[in-house]
């Protein structure tokens, strides 16, 4: 961002013209591939300043919400604030939802049919597992019964499902 | 990225993979989740693949396989897949990386960076063709494993159901006439689909098992096999029966149990209870006035930190009870809420002493 601009009344009313491009700018940035990893980067050295981690009583959330606060901060170019972040209740898979996504400058459509070929390339059994997890809700006891496995291997399916899809999606990104 | 650190992500991305599911499937508990943190802070690779990992699952809720392709169909397929799946994502980056698995055997093991609980199954599929005396065969070989602390559960493609327990090998060879497993160690269950045509045989070093359609347990402990029959009905005789025609078989019902050591045929069967024996198939250990340097045995074919018992005396102090082979954390509160027992948890022992 030009910050060390000489008129910075024009670029405030630069700024409040482009307001929206702005933002949808920053958002892209951060989707990119070099600022997934600078905010996994701030992620770590705030998550690194917690004195006591074992403290944190609910990691995953603890994850997202400095994410999403990262992100709604443009912290990533500002990293200033570092410390005393305050759990978010909300549930994480909301706030999952407004995470940004880690597979380079992809629009959410691209993303999700690209997903979609990539799932197609999972083994049977993981595909279904991931399917029947995400798609249909299932729990993964129900998943394990569907697939005549133990629950242990239904996780581990979901599990390999999972990561499969980040790597080939890493890959063709 | 080169193929070295290429594999470090990759195994990364599993590893988030593995905990991404263990939050999924409901709350951590405190143990859980101290290790998690742990993991998220080992380097902002952790944080990255986890973040990702995430996205990935939340962004599969809105992908659509083909229209066309039903989730039936989808299923039909899962179904008769050959369990082939854990292979490629294991075999890669067993040697380079050490995993930790989110279900932790041994919660201390948690706090202690450096000694991550190595789970995974190896699998390898072979397809080789074998001349037969009489009949050129093909003939399919499957091999699978666990490592300590590992269980797998495995349907064969005759539909039979081999659950495989802790540091446990087999190789399976299924030919037209015969379905043959070789248990190399450990212990398995078979649960086996009876086919009149075709016999279905257990072998060991020290005992060969020929299924009469049935569920039974084979262990292998030093060279002695332990069979357990929990239903149905097998026979029992001594190692290579294909080549000794005059060997004694014997028949082995429902609750009971035979042992038989390296070259000690015959042996004599004696009644047990095999829901006790099988346990360990809903992650259990069932112990029945045991002396304790057994169940401490038994304990350590499933946890990483093993139990040592520094004072003698307390070797054969007798233990009842049923334990959660996941659980060793209650265990270790059961064994210090007995008298006179002390149990002092290091980073490479569990030692139990006297007071």
């Not at chain 1, 994850?63 to 443009?74: Q, R």
């Not at chain 1, 407004?98 to 999700?112: E, H, I, K, Y």
């Not at chain 1, 197609?120 to 995400?134: G, M, N, T």
């Not at chain 2, 292998?220 to 357990?228: N, S």
Request: charged share 25%; glycine share 4%; with cysteine.
């Amino acid at each position: 961002m030009a910050v060390a601009d000489p008129k910075p009344s024009f670029v405030g009313r630069l700024f409040a013209e482009h307001r929206a491009a702005l933002q949808s700018f920053f958002l892209r940035r951060i989707r990119s591939k070099a600022d997934a990893a600078d905010l996994a980067q701030e992620v770590y050295v705030r998550m690194l300043r917690i004195r006591d981690l074992e403290a944190i009583r609910n990691p995953v959330s603890y994850l997202y919400t400095v994410a999403n606060n990262l992100v709604k901060e443009h912290a990533v170019l500002d990293r200033r604030q570092a410390s005393g972040v305050d759990i978010d209740e909300m549930p994480a898979h909301e706030q999952l939802a407004t995470l940004p996504a880690f597979d380079g400058d992809l629009d959410a459509a691209q993303r999700v049919a690209r997903l979609g070929a990539v799932l197609k390339q999972l083994r049977p059994k993981c595909r279904a597992a991931v399917e029947l997890r995400f798609t249909q809700g299932l729990a993964y006891r129900e998943i394990a019964v569907q697939l005549g496995v133990s629950p242990q291997m239904a996780k581990k399916y979901v599990a390999q499902g999972l990561s499969h899809c980040r790597r080939r999606m890493a890959r063709l990104g | 990225m080169n193929s070295n650190e290429d594999g470090i992500r990759a195994a990364i991305a599993e590893q988030a993979g593995e905990w991404f599911v263990a939050n999924d499937a409901g709350p951590l508990d405190a143990q859980d989740s101290a290790a998690l943190a742990a993991w998220l802070k080992t380097s902002p690779v952790h944080i990255e693949e986890f973040l990702a990992v995430s996205t990935i699952a939340r962004d599969l809720k809105e992908a659509r396989t083909d229209p066309e392709y039903s989730l039936e169909a989808i299923l039909a397929r899962a179904r008769a897949a050959e369990d082939t799946s854990v292979k490629s994502l294991w075999s890669r980056v067993i040697d380079t990386v050490w995993v930790r698995p989110p279900r932790r055997w041994f919660p201390i093991a948690a706090t202690t960076a450096g000694f991550a609980v190595l789970i995974g199954v190896l699998l390898t599929w072979n397809v080789s063709r074998i001349q037969h005396p009489t009949a050129p065969e093909r003939i399919a070989e499957l091999h699978l494993a666990t490592r300590h602390g590992e269980q797998l559960t495995q349907r064969l493609a005759d539909n039979s159901v081999l659950h495989l327990n802790t540091d446990s090998a087999v190789s399976i060879r299924y030919s037209k006439s015969e379905r043959l497993v070789m248990l190399m160690s450990g212990e398995a269950d078979f649960e086996v689909a009876h086919e009149a045509h075709r016999a279905f045989r257990v072998q060991t070093v020290s005992a060969e098992v020929i299924d009469l359609g049935t569920k039974f347990d084979v262990r292998l402990e030093q060279g002695t096999t332990v069979i357990t029959v929990v239903e149905g009905r097998v026979a029992v005789g001594p190692p290579k029966l294909s080549q000794n025609h005059s060997a004694q078989l014997i028949n082995l019902n429902a609750d009971q149990q035979i042992r038989v050591a390296e070259g000690q045929w015959p042996a004599a069967p004696v009644a047990v209870d095999a829901g006790r024996t099988t346990a360990w198939l809903h992650q259990q250990i069932a112990f029945d006035n045991e002396p304790l340097e057994r169940v401490a045995a038994e304990y350590n074919r499933y946890i990483s930190t093993p139990i040592e018992i520094v004072t003698p005396a307390l070797r054969n102090l007798r233990i009842s009870g049923v334990f959660a082979t996941e659980d060793p954390e209650a265990f270790i509160a059961f064994l210090r809420s007995l008298k006179g027992v002390r149990v002092a948890v290091t980073a490479t022992r569990i030692r139990v002493s006297g007071e």
